[in-house]
Every structure is written in C-alpha cells, then in structure tokens.
C-alpha cells in the first residue's frame, strides 16, 4: 500500500490512526511524524535515566528503532502516548540494570585485583630475569589469552591502557589477567 503525503494531512491524524496506517503500509515518512510529535518527550524521560545528554540522545534514538519495529505491538487498549511512555519507561529501566550490571561487574573485578594484589607481585624486572629459551618453553604451555597479554605488555611494550583499549576491557580487569599470567608463566617457569 503506497501513502501519497502530499494528497493527505496526516499531521492532524491521531496516534492511533497514524499507527494504523504505519503498521499496514510500512512507510517512514508517516512514523516521522510519530517521531516529531513525540521526540522531545522520550528524550525528556531518557535524561532522567542517562548520565550525559549524548547518553540520552541515544536512548532516544533506540527507543524509536524498537519503536518502530514493535509498533504491530500496539493494540489500542490505551492511548498511544500512554503506551509510548511505557515502552520508553521500560527501555531505560532495562538500560540502567545494564548499566549498574556492568558497574558492579567492574567493582567485583576490581575487588579481585585487590584481593590479588595482596598476593607476593611478580615484578617485571623478575620477568626480564628469566631465560629466553626457558621462558619460549613456558609460553607454549600457558593460555592463549595470558601469553597475548603478556606479549602485548612485554614484547610490544603496551601500556595497561593502550592493552584495554585494543582488547576492549576495563584496565582493572587487564591488571588482574596480566597480574595472574605473569603468576602462571613464573609458576611454569621454575616447574621445568
């Protein structure tokens, strides 16, 4: 079903008959007008939820994609703005638990280094200590991921930084992997 805009002013059409016609012809340019009529507020509710006005122009922005997606969704047993407000509510309450998810995640991590960090540290000048030909030996029976940090550290000369950035961590979970590789390839070391 083509819409012709230009025959039609579905400006002054109401939510639910604007949903309608989107659900039954697909067509972006009527959701833009959902989206004009409605942007301003989503974003309104976002904000309360993101930590930064880019945060919450994203959120903005999702909310619209699974808007539009879900939109066969909408039934008309309450008013569109009711269910939008909803919708929107939902998203940014599952955004939050994400995010407080992903901070508790890196406090336990953080934690754990702590906890590790108590543990005797292998310094890197005990690293640069060990023998060439040992060391290959130990490297070949340690964890692929261990002996790609401790290559990108010791041999590429990374930063913890730079480490997290390429292997997309946080720089404490970075500090307790490479804490515990340097652990196990001393640990392999002095078995053979």
Not at 166 to 173: K, P, R, T
Request: aromatic content about 10%; overall charge negative.
């Amino acid at each position: 079903m083509k819409v012709n805009l230009q025959n039609n002013n579905f400006t002054t059409m109401t939510d639910e008959d604007l949903v309608q016609m989107i659900v039954h012809s697909g067509n972006t340019s009527l959701f833009g007008i959902l989206y004009d009529r409605y942007a301003q507020k989503v974003y309104s509710k976002c904000l309360g939820f993101a930590e930064s006005r880019d945060v919450a122009e994203d959120l903005t922005q999702d909310v619209f994609v699974k808007l539009y997606l879900n939109l066969k969704k909408f039934r008309g047993e309450s008013k569109f703005s009711t269910w939008l407000y909803s919708f929107t509510y939902n998203h940014c309450v599952n955004y939050s638990k994400l995010v407080l998810k992903k901070r508790r995640r890196e406090e336990d991590l953080n934690e754990e280094y702590q906890d590790l960090m108590a543990d005797e540290e292998i310094t890197d000048e005990e690293i640069f200590a060990l023998s060439v030909g040992k060391l290959q030996e130990a490297l070949g029976q340690i964890d692929a991921e261990d002996k790609i940090i401790l290559l990108m550290k010791y041999q590429d000369d990374k930063s913890i930084k730079e480490i997290a950035q390429m292997l997309e961590m946080g720089e404490s979970a970075i500090k307790m992997r490479l804490h515990r590789a340097k652990k196990k390839i001393v640990e392999i070391y002095n078995s053979l």
